[in-house]
């Protein structure tokens, strides 16, 4: 077996596996055991398969073997299963990493100002700008689509690392929301990199690439509405009771 093909296998196993474990912290009690254990049995799995996924991209970008020789057009090929697979396996560990780290970070947020967080937001800026640029210049304006994602999401994530006074249990959205970006992410990649395995002919179909955004944002939306500070002194949302 080749090293790409062994790539793939592991890519899959881990891939599945954080696919299959998203939805139990989404379904469970938060904050309660399932929620944490299923929820960092998804996480370090969404990590393992982002960081394949940029090997697999490099490998296809500059490898010493062509990939996928029946799809003819190789400059399609380049930004699909290069630069949008980098972008997209950059954006799912940005996601994983934040997720982890504002619940970690709660009482000391200046953390997340380190250099090392910091890398993490530039790494997905970069490649989103890339991928955006690549997709614009090859006519495929999805992946500059796709690419916004990333953009909007390091903009709200810097925004509450910076933000001098964040209202109390901010984190709480903050950590909703970065994993089930991760979430989103996977998806698109798993729906546009791996569908044109399945039916070429509909990788680029909007209607299927929006199912992963559409559902995610509703997802995200809704916990934010959960979680947001009440009002009325004394009331305390039901969402943020769970998470105590």
Known sequence: MHLFEALVVLHVIAGATGLIAFWVPIAARKGGAAHRKWGRIGTYAFLV??????????LSLYGPEQRLPMITDRVLFAGLFGWMML????????FAVYGLAVVRHRANRAALRGPFYQTVFVAVIASALWCGYFGLSIGQPLMAAVALIGLAAVATQQFYVWRASPPPRAHIPEHFRALLGMGISAYTAFLSVGLIRLVPEHVFNPLIWAVPSIIGVSLIIRFTIGTRPARRSGAVPAQQQQEA
């Open 87 to 94: 972008y997209l396996g950059t954006l799912t560990i940005g």
């Open 49 to 58: 398969a982002g960081t394949l996924a940029i090997a697999m991209a490099l």
